[in-house]
C-alpha cells in the first residue's frame, strides 16, 4: 500500500474495498458546490478518473488549472477488476517524471531483462535486454511493469497533495449539451443531480464514453475474434523473474500464453482462448485451476488474485475534438492490448493536450492549437492501431498461408537470428512522430527529444524534464547562435510576448551568457535537436520537437513560435 | 516510379539452379512443399534486405492475380 504522508485527514481515514486480494482505497463523496445552489464556470472539466483522466488532471493541477475530475466511482481501478495496464514504456516514465510520481514508480514496479520466446514443448530464442545494444539516450528505464491501480493510485495522491485539482467521487455523467462558449455536464451523484458548467471538457470516459454517443461522434473500426482470459496469480514457489511468452504453448492447445512478473510478486498471465469460448466459463476457478496445472504441474500451489476474460476491438474517432469537447485516452481510440499501446497512448494524449488547454486558457495560443492536439494524437491512434493489428494477426493468423507463414518464421527463427525480428508477440509502444503536425515550426518538427542527462543553469546535473519543470514547462528555446547585445534584446522582447524561455547551450562550461546556459558536455540534447552551429531549437512543453531553425532571425524565431502557438 | 528491380539475366547457372529448386521440392506432400516456400522466400528475402526492392518484387509476383481481380 503506498504510504499516505501526503493524503488529506479524509483520504487517510477513508476505508478499503477489496478487489481481488488487493486492499484498494475508497475516496469520499463530497458534496459539489453546485448541490449546494451554486452555479460555477469550471475552466476545464475531466469526465473520468482512468489513466488518462488522471494524468491530465496532474498536468492541469502543475499547470494552475483548477480543473474539475467527475468519476462515477471511489476508487482506484475497476471494481472488481482490479488490474489492467501492467507496462509503462519510456515516454510514459519521462512524462510521470514530469508530473512527481515517477520515483515511486520506478520503487513499486518491475524491471525485466530476460525475455524467453517459445513454441511447442522448447524455447525457440532469448533475449537479455542488459546485453543488447540500446538506441535509447534517456534517463529513464525503457518500462516497468506495475499494475494500472497502482499507478492511478499514485495520480489521486499526487493531484491531492498539489492541491488545486478537485476529484469528484461518485459523479456520473448523463447529459452533455455543449454550447457556443461553454458546455453543460448533467451529473447524478448519491445526493441528487446537478449541472456544472465547462469552458472545456476532456472526455476521458473509456471505451464506452456516454459522452461520443451522446454527440454522435463518427468512428470507424472493426471487431477482432480474438478471446483470451487473464489470471493474475501469487505462488508458493515462483518461476524465474523473466518474461516467457509462448507463441504455441502445448499446455494451452497450441494456443499463445504471456508470463509476465508485476508488483508484490503478482504475475501476470494470459492465456489465448479459442475465439467462441464463453468468458463466464472459462474464467471460473476450477477451469483457472485446471489451466494453471497444466502449465506449472499438478501440485501447483498459488493464489488467486484475479481473473478476467477479455476480448478486445480496434476503434478510432474522426475526429479528436468536436468544439470545446476534446476525447483522449479509450474515449478516442481502442485497439489490442499488445504492446502496452492502450494505456501508454492514453498518457501521451493527456501529456500532448494539457500544456495547449493551458496556453488557450491563458489566452497565449488560439483555440485552433487544439485542432493539433487532434491531428497529432489521431495520428498516433492510427499507428497504434496499425502496428497492433500486426500483432493480431501473427498471434492468431487468419488463414492458412498466414498461419503457415508463422510457422515458418517460428521454424527459422530457431537457427537465424534475422527471423526473430519477424516474431512479432507485440512491439512496445513508442512515442510516435507527428509528420502532419499543423504546429510544425521548423526542420525535424513532430520529433519526439528524449529526456536527456545536461547541467542546468543553476550548475546542478539534471535532465531535459528538470530544465523544463525550471523554466516553469515553457517552449524551450535551445540558442546555438552567437549572440550580440541587440539580438539579446529582442529574444528578450519575445520571452515577454510569448511563453517560450531561450537557453544557451554549450558543450562544456566556459563563456557567459545573456540567458541561462546549459551544459551538453555529452552531446545528447544536441544530436537529438540536429542543431549545427547558428541553429534555434524550439522544443514544446510536451518534448516533441517544435523545429529546427537555421541561422533564424528574430523575426523568423517570432513566426516560428507563431505558428507553434497557431496564431496567424 | 522507376523500377529498381533487377530483370535481365544474371544467375550463372539458370539450368542448375532450377534444378536444385525443383530437387527440393521432390517428395514432398504439397503442404509441405508450401512450407518449404515459406520458409526458402524469407530466407531469401533477408539476403535482398532493400524494403523497396522486396516490395517491388512482392507486386510483381502479385500482379496477375491483382489484375486477374480486377
Not at chain 1, 513499486?108 to 538506441?135: C, N, P
Not at chain 1, 517460428?410 to 503536425?437: C, K, M
Not at chain 1, 547558428?534 to 510536451?542: E, M, N
Request: hydrophobic share 40%.
Amino acid at each position: 500500500m503506498p504510504d499516505d504522508h501526503t493524503l488529506p485527514a479524509a483520504i487517510r481515514t477513508a476505508t478499503a474495498v477489496t478487489g481481488g486480494t488487493y486492499e484498494l482505497p475508497v475516496y469520499p463523496f463530497v458534496e459539489p458546490a453546485e448541490l449546494r445552489g451554486e452555479r460555477l464556470r469550471h475552466p476545464v472539466v475531466i469526465v473520468g478518473a482512468g489513466l488518462t483522466g488522471l494524468t491530465a488532471a496532474c498536468d492541469c493541477a502543475l499547470r494552475g488549472i483548477p480543473a474539475v475530475v467527475l468519476d462515477e466511482d471511489d476508487t482506484v481501478g475497476v471494481r472488481g477488476a482490479a488490474s489492467r495496464g501492467i507496462c509503462y514504456a519510456q515516454k510514459s516514465l519521462e512524462i510521470y517524471k514530469r508530473l512527481g510520481i515517477h520515483d515511486r514508480m520506478l520503487a513499486k514496479g518491475i524491471q525485466w531483462s530476460v525475455g524467453r520466446t517459445f513454441a511447442g514443448s522448447d524455447e525457440v530464442y532469448s533475449f537479455d535486454l542488459k546485453k543488447m545494444q540500446t538506441h535509447s539516450v534517456s534517463e529513464q528505464p525503457p518500462f516497468i511493469n506495475l499494475q494500472q491501480f497502482y499507478l492511478e493510485w499514485f495520480l489521486v495522491e499526487r493531484i491531492y497533495e498539489l492541491g488545486l485539482v478537485e476529484l469528484r467521487w461518485k459523479n456520473r455523467l448523463i447529459e452533455i449539451a455543449p454550447n457556443e462558449d461553454h458546455v453543460v455536464l448533467t451529473v447524478v451523484t448519491p445526493s441528487g443531480p446537478y449541472t456544472l458548467e465547462a469552458s472545456w471538457v476532456i472526455d476521458c470516459c473509456g471505451a464506452h464514453s456516454v459522452i461520443r454517443d451522446k454527440l454522435g461522434v463518427h468512428a470507424t473500426g472493426s471487431k477482432i475474434p480474438d478471446r483470451w482470459c487473464i489470471s493474475d496469480v501469487r505462488f508458493e514457489r515462483e518461476p524465474p523473474a523473466e518474461r516467457w511468452t509462448w507463441i504455441e504453448a502445448p499446455f494451452n492447445e497450441n494456443r499463445a500464453v504471456w508470463q509476465h512478473l508485476m508488483a508484490d510478486r503478482v504475475w501476470r498471465l494470459d492465456y489465448q482462448m479459442p475465439a467462441d469460448a464463453d468468458p463466464e466459463a472459462i474464467s471460473r476457478p476450477e477451469v483457472v485451476a485446471d489451466r494453471l496445472r497444466r502449465q506449472f504441474g499438478p501440485d501447483v500451489k498459488y493464489e488467486l488474485v484475479w481473473v478476467g476474460p477479455y476480448a478486445y476491438r480496434s476503434l478510432c474517432l474522426d475526429t479528436f475534438r468536436v468544439g470545446r469537447v476534446l476525447f483522449a485516452g479509450d474515449a478516442a481510440h481502442v485497439m489490442s492490448p499488445f504492446g502496452a499501446r492502450g494505456g501508454n497512448s492514453g498518457i501521451q494524449d493527456a501529456d500532448n493536450l494539457v500544456w495547449k488547454l493551458a496556453l488557450v486558457l491563458e489566452g497565449k495560443a488560439s483555440e485552433r492549437l487544439l485542432d493539433s492536439y487532434a491531428v497529432e494524437r489521431r495520428q498516433a491512434a492510427l499507428d497504434n492501431i496499425r502496428i497492433t493489428n500486426r500483432t493480431t494477426r501473427f498471434l492468431s493468423p487468419p488463414t492458412r498461408v498466414e498461419k503457415r507463414f508463422r510457422d515458418a518464421v517460428i521454424s527459422l527463427a530457431r537457427e537465424f537470428a534475422f527471423a526473430r525480428a519477424f516474431v512479432n508477440t507485440g512491439r512496445l509502444s513508442s512515442p510516435s512522430r507527428y509528420a502532419d503536425s499543423p504546429i510544425a515550426a521548423g526542420e525535424h518538427a513532430g520529433v519526439h527529444v528524449q529526456n536527456v542527462a545536461l547541467t542546468l543553469p543553476n550548475g546542478a546535473r539534471g535532465d531535459l524534464v528538470e530544465l523544463l519543470q525550471w523554466c516553469d514547462h515553457a517552449v524551450l528555446g535551445f540558442l546555438y547562435v552567437d549572440l550580440d547585445g541587440y539580438v539579446a534584446r529582442e529574444l528578450e522582447g519575445l520571452e515577454e510576448r510569448y511563453p517560450v524561455r531561450f537557453l544557451c547551450v554549450q558543450s562544456e562550461e566556459g563563456r557567459t551568457c545573456t540567458f541561462p546556459t546549459v551544459i551538453d558536455d555529452e552531446g545528447k540534447l544536441t544530436a537529438q535537436l540536429h542543431a549545427a552551429p547558428g541553429a534555434v531549437a524550439l522544443v514544446r512543453p510536451d518534448l516533441y520537437l517544435a523545429g529546427t531553425l537555421d541561422e533564424p532571425s528574430a523575426a523568423d524565431i517570432e513566426r516560428a513560435l507563431r505558428k507553434l502557438l497557431a496564431i496567424e | 516510379m522507376k523500377t529498381t528491380l533487377q530483370t535481365q539475366p544474371k544467375i550463372a547457372d539458370p539450368d542448375g539452379f532450377y534444378e536444385k529448386l525443383l530437387d527440393a521440392h521432390r517428395g514432398l506432400t504439397d503442404e509441405q512443399c508450401a512450407q518449404l516456400d515459406a520458409r526458402l522466400i524469407l530466407l531469401l528475402a533477408h539476403q535482398v534486405g532493400d524494403d523497396r526492392v522486396l516490395a517491388e518484387c512482392i507486386e510483381a509476383a502479385a500482379r496477375p492475380f491483382a489484375e486477374a481481380a480486377r
